[in-house]
């Protein structure tokens, strides 16, 4: 079951970030898309929970640099 | 020590603070490593230092690059680690030091300060409450807010913000929509009236009945359209994405060639370090968030970069008149019985007529007509655009409509009612005739009062440069020539008819005027597509405005018009600059570069205050001041707030 999961970060400062976080999601077992909106700061994950917990989504958005946080919208 | 030990580790493991300690860090050793060999003359203890300094920093710059290394992906941290590792192997530690500690510490800066430039849509993201508190089996609970069910009975208490869209079913407030609308006078609220999640509740207790949670709530619908429209990108930013793909690739493969031409390592260096156009690839993006962002924050939806663009050109103003210049709540200002008929039947016959069809000016004949008792069922209606309606009302045959309608149906008017009808016009009102089974038996006057601060609108506009102010009407030429005399537009076109508007609209962008449409009705509608710029207005109460209009006003207030258009204007001055500034940067470096002038720390200080001053000549412009501050505005929200205070007491 994947669901889709909406973080944001208030830190990206180059768009460079943008490929770096979304092949480090993809990168994650369960991860089908990720895509990351530079302007709005927004992060959209379809993921499978059991496979890749929002706190795994979170971890490895940390790990390029960036400190996220999941939202309701 | 333990309890330290943790606390440092929480620290570093987050991103935003590990950046600072290492800037902190690496700067103190820096700054030693500068006292060590300026003041006491120890070369080899500032070698030390700085060479401690670059690894503590650059520790972390290459497990980035690593990490996106490994998931293939290229990233700008790669080269800032090959260029310091080069230099420290060929001993310039002075270069490494500077350059790692001047990446981590502008990316510190610059997380903090793009953190501001989103902050207008922060403001809005944070009015949507966490939880919320809901009646289930009589007692209160309290859930996430997302998690209340369509339907639940939601409390809000006196200073809390109101976590669902709803309907109030018990009590009343004074409930502040700033956050949506960007009002600042609270608006009363009682069973009945409808409350928009993120709406805080000033004073009283409210009950509400749950029409939309979560992502389904006007506020939602907001921020996700705010979003849409900043992610939308403008042509310049789509050609600088296209030139940064480029920029990058080619600046390696120079410093590549440089150094093999050249022999000059320190060169091929200074170039990997200059090789990430930062400034230039964020030079609109943060003009455009920034300005979306300040339009938000004042209840004023623009629908994209390209909208701002178009608004920014506006020279031309069209408006309707009936909801947009007036309130659009016309009153029955005047009742002529024609031909030895009653006041009552007359109001009976045309309230019946009317009462089929949703048309603004019929409604208050309908309530008039109800004074009088309950309404008969027409045997059969005929609504008639642009005219009025006609129906067959207990075996008659009734009329309700303007001239036009008379007209086309063959009644005679007579010279003495062509005179009652002269002074109503004169009057200002909008003629309402009516026939039955061929005669005129009534003639009914409607009024409709200008918006409040309207005028100072339409002098504002014409202050920031709107050459043109028209007025586009269906109504009748005193009517509207009332209206807008009072408002202060001297050219009015009255009498159209929607295909009419449209045509005009095409007129003027045919005689190179850029148009912008202010509109609500559906008969507006075709004008609104054709003008270069589509603004609607009251968008909070109608998703269809929300998601058609270009510009879309979230609250009933003309003068969030100049302010559209002085926020469009100043953004894309803005824009122009950040480019100036991004595109010098990047000529000046590589001139730089290869003259000598600039090494490896210059390089690396250009190119990140470059970022920084990018990034704050964005944030100028949520600071574009607010222009609800015309005429009386300001003492409206000063009494409101007295009332409110008295309320409270």
């Known amino acids: ?73 | 020590m333990e309890g330290m030990i943790s606390n440092i580790r929480s620290a570093l493991a987050h991103p935003a603070s590990r950046r600072l300690w290492l800037t902190i860090g690496s700067g103190a050793m820096i700054l030693a490593g500068l006292i060590a060999r300026y003041g006491f003359g120890q070369i080899e203890v500032w070698r030390v230092l700085m060479i401690a300094a670059a690894l503590f920093a650059g520790w972390d710059i290459a497990i980035r690059a690593w990490r996106a290394l490994r998931v293939k992906a290229f990233s700008i941290e790669l080269l800032v680690t090959v260029a310091a590792v080069g230099a420290l192997i060929i001993g310039e530690v002075w270069e490494a030091a500077a350059v790692t500690f001047l990446f981590i510490f502008g990316g510190w800066l610059e997380a903090r300060t793009m953190g501001q430039t989103r902050g207008a849509l922060k403001a809005l993201l944070d009015a949507a409450p966490a939880t919320a508190t809901v009646l289930r089996e009589g007692e209160p609970v309290e859930v996430p807010a997302h998690m209340v069910q369509l339907g639940e009975s939601v409390l809000v208490k006196a200073g809390q913000r109101i976590p669902v869209d709803g309907e109030v079913t018990e009590g009343s407030a004074a409930v502040s929509e700033a956050a949506i609308t960007g009002e600042p006078m609270p608006a009363e609220k009682a069973p009945g009236s409808h409350v928009h999640a993120g709406t805080i509740a000033e004073n009283g207790l409210l009950r509400i009945r749950a029409t939309g949670v979560g992502a389904d709530t006007t506020l939602a619908r907001i921020i996700h359209r705010v979003e849409e429209a900043q992610e939308e990108k403008a042509p310049a930013q789509r050609m600088i994405e296209r030139f940064a793909q480029w920029y990058t690739p080619s600046i390696i493969g120079l410093a590549v060639v440089a150094f093999a031409v050249t022999q000059d390592i320190r060169l091929a260096l200074t170039l990997l370090v200059v090789g990430c156009p930062g400034a230039l690839v964020i030079s609109t993006s943060v003009s455009i968030v920034a300005g979306i962002g300040r339009a938000a924050r004042s209840g004023i939806l623009i629908k994209g970069g390209q909208h701002l663009e178009s608004a920014g050109r506006i020279d031309t103003l069209a408006l309707d008149k009936t909801g947009t210049l007036t309130e659009g709540k016309p009153r029955l200002a005047t009742v002529i019985a024609l031909d030895g008929m009653g006041e009552d039947e007359l109001l009976r016959l045309a309230a019946t007529a009317e009462a089929g069809s949703d048309h603004p000016l019929g409604r208050p004949i309908v309530e008039a007509g109800r004074k009088q008792g309950p309404l008969p069922t027409p045997e059969s209606l005929d609504e008639r655009a642009g005219m009025g309606i006609s129906a067959r009302i207990e075996g008659r045959d009734v009329a309700a409509g303007n001239r036009r309608l008379m007209d086309k149906l063959g009644i005679a008017l007579g010279t003495e009612n062509e005179a009652g009808l002269g002074r109503l016009l004169k009057a200002g009102q909008t003629p309402i005739l009516v026939a039955a089974d061929g005669k005129l038996i009534g003639l009914l006057g409607m009024s409709d009062t200008a918006r409040e601060g309207a005028k100072e609108a339409i002098v504002r506009l014409r202050d920031i440069g709107i050459s043109r102010v028209v007025m586009l009407t269906g109504d009748q030429q005193g009517a509207a020539q009332a209206i807008a005399r009072e408002v202060g537009i001297d050219e009015v076109h009255a009498g159209l008819m929607p295909e009419d508007k449209l045509d005009l609209i095409r007129k003027m962008k045919a005689d190179g005027a850029h148009v912008a449409m202010v509109g609500d009705g559906i008969n507006d509608a075709p004008a609104l597509a054709a003008a270069d710029t589509s603004i609607a207005m009251g968008a909070a109460g109608s998703d269809v405005a929300i998601e058609t209009a270009d510009i879309a006003l979230l609250k009933d207030d003309l003068g969030k018009i100049p302010e559209a258009m002085a926020i469009s204007r100043a953004t894309l001055g803005n824009m122009r600059q950040n480019l100036v500034i991004a595109l010098v940067t990047v000529a000046g470096l590589l001139g730089g570069v290869f003259t000598g002038h600039i090494h490896m720390a210059g390089g690396m200080l250009v190119h990140q205050l470059s970022v920084l001053i990018v990034i704050a000549n964005g944030m100028r412009l949520l600071r574009v001041p607010n222009a609800a501050a015309v005429g009386g505005n300001d003492s409206r929200a000063v009494a409101a707030r007295q009332a409110v205070a008295a309320a409270r007491s």
């Open chain 1, 1 to 73: 079951m994947t669901q889709k999961t909406i973080l944001r970060s208030d830190e990206l400062s180059c768009p460079s970030c943008v490929p770096k976080i979304e092949k480090a999601l993809g990168a994650l077992p369960g991860v089908e898309k990720a895509e990351v909106k530079f302007n709005s700061g927004k992060i959209e994950v379809e993921h499978d929970p059991a496979q890749a917990s929002v706190e795994a989504l979170v971890e490895a958005i940390r790990g390029t640099g960036y400190e996220a946080r999941p939202s309701a919208f």
